[in-house]
């Protein structure tokens, strides 16, 4: 407070508005600041789930399709055809196309759609004892029919036992594992993910059950082709219902089911301080330490066991990276207007209490008698009232002092008058005094000449 004493009512009004505004600019702009950064944040995490939806869509798509065709090429011509052939000793009595010919027919069908959506690596059509009656396999980037000696009978094989117990219009779905071929089936290499489908055959004509077409879909490719993982930022993961990588960043964690690889890792073991209930929920986004974690649900097929996670993982800092520059730059501007004003906010106070230093230093002049000091009025503002005021009371104050010295000089006079009265008066009174004293001295003096005198004559 002692210091407020000693500068100047500038300076006070500038420090406390200063003080004032900081404090109302640090809270408000705080608030737009955090109110910003949470915006933007929300954003960002957004178009995360945006882009996961976006992947998650097209692998669906992807799926779906794979699905509408598998249970379209189990409703062709041809299917039937072959049907009626076999029933009637390798001829179709509608049209008189053999067995072959059929076969033929489906092939080519099978060779169309494989070369149009590139995700099949087999497309086959099997009987009820799993024998693979029509087989075209999709090597070096072209569907090659597979030649009736290479033909293998799948009779033991899952897919085939769970399509024999399908129902009209009921689609098989497999889960997504590591293709196996041979007897009994070994894990092929390289390594080829696929996930199966499959449509059971019945006779239109008598109901019975006859076969089904298989599709291997390759999850590799069904991947490319949703444009998965574009982003360098990120790494995705997909997850089974159990855990288990399908698709990891690292290959060496990919496959640890015990019937594809069986090394046991799972999410859960890379990730253990996350829990696993939050990918209950359809989609959602949580963050575990630096990670953002934005998640979805995929489902390949109708059924619940089949579900998918897509899971994205981000760097939280690269993620607001942007948000913290572009935090950083408003703060610069917002400190760099700041200042601006205040300098501004000074010059215009200065400028505005610049009338009132001249009413200080007048006034400071007046009071060491100056009183020829005139005050320039250009308001009729408070300040210019003070200044007319100020110039009156100098003005009376300097005829005040002018009737004050007159006077003064004329009592002086009468002093000096009086004092050299006084003077001329002592020095009648001092010449008085002397000859009365003379004279007594000269009494005494006589009287002591006549006291000798007498007492002369005495003797």
């Known amino acids: 407070m002692v210091f407020l004493k000693k500068i100047s009512i500038a300076n006070k009004i500038v420090i406390l508005t200063t003080v004032l505004v900081v404090i109302l600019f640090s809270l408000s702009f705080g608030f737009v600041i955090l109110k910003v950064r949470t915006t933007l944040t929300e954003a960002s995490i957004k178009n995360l789930e945006t882009e996961i939806e976006r992947e998650r869509s097209q692998i669906e798509s992807l799926t779906q399709q794979a699905v509408e065709t598998v249970e379209i090429l189990a409703n062709l011509p041809p299917t039937q055809g072959i049907i009626r052939a076999q029933k009637n000793n390798g001829v179709d009595p509608f049209d008189g196309s053999t067995t072959k010919i059929w076969g033929d027919r489906l092939s080519t069908i099978f060779f ?8 099949f690596d087999q497309l086959r059509y099997i009987d009820t004892a799993g024998q693979e009656l029509i087989r075209v396999d999709y090597k070096n980037g072209k569907a090659v029919r597979i030649s009736d000696d290479l033909l293998q009978n799948k009779s033991d094989r899952d897919y085939v036992i769970e399509t024999n117990q399908k129902n009209p219009e009921e689609i098989y779905v497999s889960y997504a594992s590591l293709n196996r071929e041979g007897t009994p089936p070994i894990i092929t290499k390289p390594y080829k993910p696929i996930i199966r489908y499959a449509f ?4 239109e004509s008598t109901g019975e059950r006859k076969g089904m077409i298989i599709a291997n879909v ?16 990120s790494n995705i993961y997909i997850i089974d219902r159990e855990g288990f990588f399908l698709v990891n960043p690292d290959e060496t964690k990919e496959w640890g089911e015990d019937h594809d690889l069986d090394t046991g890792i799972t999410f859960k073991n890379e990730f253990p301080n996350i829990d696993q209930d939050v990918f209950e929920s359809e989609s959602g986004y949580f963050v575990d330490g630096n990670n953002l974690f934005t998640y979805v649900h995929i489902s390949p097929g109708d059924e619940e066991e089949h579900l998918w996670r897509l899971i994205q993982q981000a760097d939280i800092n690269i993620v607001l990276n942007p948000i913290n520059n572009l935090m950083r730059s408003i703060s610069f501007i917002g400190v760099g207007v700041f200042i601006l004003l205040f300098f501004l906010f000074r010059y ?3 400028s505005m209490l610049l009338p009132l230093r001249n009413l200080s230093l007048v006034a400071t002049q007046i009071g060491k008698g100056n009183f020829d000091q005139k005050i320039e009025v250009k308001t009729h503002d408070e300040v210019g009232q003070l200044g007319r005021v100020l110039n009156t009371v100098s003005s009376e104050l300097k005829n005040l002092y002018a009737d004050l010295e007159r006077k003064v000089g004329e009592r002086t006079k009468e002093l000096e008058d009086a004092k050299n009265k006084f003077q001329k008066q002592a ?5 008085s005094n002397k000859l009365m004293v003379g004279r007594e001295l000269k009494m005494v003096e006589l009287k002591k000449e006549i ?9």
């Open 218 to 233: 390759l999850l590799d490719e069904l991947l490319i082709k949703s444009k998965l993982n574009q982003n360098s930022e």
């Open 348 to 350: 215009l106070v200065s």
């Open 427 to 431: 020095e009648v009174s001092e010449r």
């Open 200 to 203: 059971p055959i019945f006779d």
């Open 451 to 459: 006291e000798e005198l007498k007492n002369q004559h005495d003797r």
């Open 112 to 119: 169309a759609e494989m070369n149009s959506i590139k995700i």
